[in-house]
């Protein structure tokens, strides 16, 4: 049999999720994993719309050519693992998609190897979660451009729509491009998270808030400017009591956990000299978290600055909006730095309006939010900063009291706040013509004589002096 549309390598959640939902679009769908208990726990409750191969031969010749394959499988060596088996299987014309989180890098060393033996080969970031690989996910296709034409017609079918109709799915760019913008995306969502949990925490610690009544706050913001998936569920999260009547939060041991992606964004605006400030703050708060031991050891012996809150409980709550909308504004800026870098770097043609709306629906960051930043690079595709776009501009203005207040008051009460600080400071530096990099730079040349520019002279010119 060689009519299927497209195979799927990998039945996993995400996988078999993808699968039903090209299935449920008019999609034949071959499916093969090595595991011989999920192939036959698949192959057991889906069968309309599919072939089950037994074996990767069948698979592959059960594919109408030129074939389209997707592996959803963990990334890193298992991928090239696969890749051994497969490619001599293939014939050139034939394309490979890589839907899991594999660092960008190894993309683009697949890319070129899959295209010496004439295989079009795409690595694509998929956001959404087993729900929206159900329903419909946003998707970051990049890699080969010569595979797009044959996967559009998939892709933007299975993927998420926005209320517009539009396809939250489209070509990103070459080599590793598309899942160097899903990790973006992982970032950012480290932040988006990480924020979130601040202000929960000052509302819990410092206001002395209930499960409830932050419930009925996160529900009011989850209807205006913060209207998106992760206040959303956070919202459904403060309210949600098991069968006795307790709260599940309660009972959540507090140690994050993370599967790379963040570190890897935070290593990347490292390499490429960019202040990813916020989204490396929100990294570390989960390191920091997970020292649950030593920080209950340190809590019995280091102390705090012992104040309560005294004030108008509703107003510093008002402030916390300002302050967590202003600080999204924030990560997005910088997580948009860091792709504009990465472009001029490796020579992509990204699409930053075309990529806020990729995010628009099925990812985890969606959010009403993003329609604002497509506008933004819409206007001006050239926008060196989000921040400098009129809109973004006001939005931070008006909030910028608001903000301050809420990292006074968190300091003052003991509560760490490093993700909305970090998002400040990053804006007070960002503003300032003049950063105190003129003694460092200075401090440097007097122990190992890097030398320094001068205000009074050219950029580009060096200069060292004795001093000692």
């Known amino acids: 049999m060689s009519n299927t549309d497209i195979g799927m390598i990998g039945l996993g959640v995400m996988g078999s999720s993808l699968a039903r939902n090209m299935a449920s679009k008019g999609f034949a769908v071959s499916c093969y994993d090595w595991d011989e208990s999920l192939r036959k726990k698949f192959a057991g409750q889906y069968t309309e719309g599919f072939v089950h191969?037994?074996?990767?031969?069948?698979?592959?010749?059960?594919?109408?050519q030129p074939r389209k394959i997707m592996m959803m499988i963990k990334a890193g060596a298992p991928v090239d693992s696969v890749l051994k088996d497969l490619v001599p299987l293939l014939a050139p014309g034939d394309m490979v998609i890589d839907g899991g989180n594999s660092q960008w890098q190894d993309t683009e060393r697949r890319v070129k190897s899959c295209t010496e033996h004439g295989l079009l080969y795409v690595g694509s970031g998929v956001s959404g979660g087993e729900e929206g690989a159900l329903k419909g996910p946003a998707l970051m296709p990049g890699g080969n451009v010569a595979a797009w034409e044959g996967l559009k017609p998939i892709f933007q079918k299975i993927s998420a729509h926005t209320a517009a109709g539009e396809p939250c799915c489209d070509w990103v760019g070459d080599?590793?491009?598309?899942?160097?913008?899903?990790?973006?995306h992982n970032g950012i969502e480290y932040g988006d998270m990480q924020l979130i949990c601040e202000t929960y925490q000052l509302m819990k610690e410092g206001l002395g808030l209930s499960n409830e009544e932050m419930h009925e706050v996160f529900k009011e913001w989850n209807e205006g400017d913060l209207d998106s998936y992760l206040i959303e569920i956070t919202r459904d999260i403060l309210g949600f009591k098991?069968?006795?009547g307790e709260a599940v939060v309660d009972k959540i041991l507090d140690t994050a956990g993370q599967k790379g992606t963040g570190k890897w964004?935070?290593?990347s605006a490292l390499d490429l000299g960019q202040p990813l400030t916020l989204i490396g703050e929100a990294v570390f708060a989960r390191c920091l978290s997970a020292l649950k031991d030593e920080r209950t050891a340190a809590s019995k012996v280091l102390s705090g600055p012992g104040t309560a809150f005294s004030g108008d409980k509703a107003a510093l709550v008002a402030d916390l909006k300002q302050a967590l909308y202003a600080s999204k504004i924030i990560s997005y800026a910088q997580g948009y730095q860091l792709m504009r870098a990465a472009a001029e770097e490796y020579g992509w043609?990204?699409?930053?309006?075309?990529?806020a709306s990729i995010w628009r629906g099925g990812c985890i960051i969606r959010s009403a939010f993003l329609g604002?930043?497509?506008?933004?690079?819409?206007?001006?595709?050239?926008?060196?900063?989000l921040l400098l776009d009129p809109f973004f501009a006001s939005a931070v203005e008006n909030a910028q009291a608001a903000w301050r207040r809420v990292v006074v008051k968190a300091v003052e009460l003991g509560i760490p706040?490093?993700?909305?600080?970090?998002?400040l400071s990053f804006y007070d530096g960002y503003r300032s013509e003049h950063l105190p990099a003129n003694l460092l730079q200075a401090q440097r040349d007097y122990f190992g004589a890097h030398t320094y520019e001068r205000v009074d002279r050219p950029r580009g010119e060096f200069f060292h002096t004795q001093w000692i």
């Open 265 to 267: 964004t935070a290593i």
């Open 242 to 244: 098991n069968e006795q």
């Open 372 to 385: 604002k930043i497509k506008d933004a690079y819409d206007a001006n595709p050239d926008l060196e900063n």
């Open 175 to 184: 080599g590793g491009a598309g899942h160097f913008v899903k990790m973006v």
């Open 349 to 355: 043609k990204l699409n930053s309006g075309g990529i």
């Open 53 to 64: 191969a037994a074996n990767l031969k069948e698979f592959v010749e059960s594919i109408a």
């Open 417 to 423: 706040m490093p993700a909305i600080g970090a998002a």
